[in-house]
C-alpha cells in the first residue's frame, strides 16, 4: 500500500547510545517531516525537508540530525540519546501546496525509550 | 499565546449522537489552513478535514464537519452519527503561510470516547 514507512517501530536504547530512524514515501511527495509526540504536548515538529536537497530545524531539534537522503527518504539521527528524548516520533509526508488543504500522510510511528 | 488550543481533555458521546469538538487558533496570517487529526488507540495519524482561511463555506467529508467561525478564530470538529469507531484522540493543526515552508503547529488533542 502507497504510504509512509518507519523504522523501526519499537526501541530502547541506554542513555550515550546513537541511532537512526528511517523514513521512507512512496507518494513523490516533496515534503517531509519528523515530528514528536509527547503526552500532554501535542506534536512538535523537530526538523523539516521541504524539497529534496533541503532541510530546516523546527521547533525541537536540538540532539537531533537528519538526512533527505533523497525524494523518497528523509532520516532522524540521534547522536547521543537521551532520556528526555524518550518519546514516540512521526515522520510524515505532503504535497507542497499545503494551501490545496492537502494533509499529511504520516507514518505509523517509532516508540523509543531511553533508559 | 498558544497556536492552538483544544480546550477539551475529554469528551463522552452516546453512539449514533452528534459530538463537538473545539479548536481555537491565534495567527495574523491572512493565508491559514485548519486541519483536524484523528489518532485511534493503534496509534497512527488519520488526516479528516482541512478548512482553508479563504474559503466560503465550511469543509465537509461524509460525517466529519468542520464549523468555521473566523471572527471568533475557532473551528470546531462535528462529528454525527457517531460510531464506536470514532473513539480515537482528535488533534486540530494550523498551517501558516502561503508560499515556501508552510508551518504547521498542533494542539494537545481532544480523548473522545463513543459509549454504546
Known amino acids: 500500500n502507497a504510504g509512509v514507512t518507519q523504522t523501526p517501530k519499537f526501541q530502547v536504547l541506554k542513555t550515550g547510545q546513537s541511532m537512526t530512524l528511517q523514513c521512507a514515501q512512496d507518494m513523490n511527495h516533496n515534503s517531509m517531516y519528523w515530528y514528536r509526540q509527547d503526552p500532554g504536548m501535542g506534536l512538535r515538529l523537530i526538523y523539516y525537508s521541504a524539497s529534496e536537497g533541503t532541510t530546516d530545524k523546527g521547533e525541537v531539534p536540538n540532539g537531533y540530525n537528519v538526512s533527505r537522503l533523497n525524494k523518497r527518504e528523509f532520516s532522524l539521527r540521534l547522536e547521543s540519546a537521551a532520556p528526555s528524548q524518550t518519546s514516540v516520533y512521526f515522520c510524515?509526508?505532503?504535497?507542497?501546496?499545503?494551501?490545496?488543504?492537502?494533509?499529511?500522510?504520516f507514518g505509523s510511528g517509532t516508540r523509543l525509550t531511553v533508559v | 499565546a498558544q497556536k492552538i488550543t483544544q480546550t477539551q481533555p475529554g469528551m463522552f458521546v452516546q453512539e449514533k449522537e452528534a459530538v463537538t469538538l473545539d479548536c481555537t487558533y491565534d495567527?495574523?496570517?491572512?493565508?491559514?489552513?485548519l486541519f483536524w487529526y484523528k489518532q485511534p488507540s493503534s496509534g497512527e495519524m488519520i488526516f479528516l478535514i482541512y478548512q482553508g482561511s479563504y474559503d466560503q463555506q465550511n469543509a465537509t467529508e461524509g460525517r466529519y464537519s468542520l464549523n468555521f467561525q473566523k471572527a471568533r478564530k475557532s473551528a470546531n470538529l462535528v462529528i454525527s452519527a457517531s460510531q464506536l469507531g470514532d473513539s480515537a484522540m482528535y488533534f486540530c493543526?494550523?498551517?501558516?503561510?502561503?508560499?515556501?515552508?508552510?508551518?504547521?503547529?498542533f494542539g494537545i488533542g481532544t480523548k473522545l470516547q463513543v459509549i454504546p
Open positions: 493543526a494550523m498551517r501558516e503561510g502561503l508560499e515556501g515552508y508552510q508551518k504547521v503547529t
Open positions: 495567527t495574523s496570517d491572512p493565508s491559514y489552513g
Open positions: 510524515a509526508s505532503s504535497e507542497r501546496a499545503q494551501s490545496e488543504g492537502y494533509g499529511y500522510t
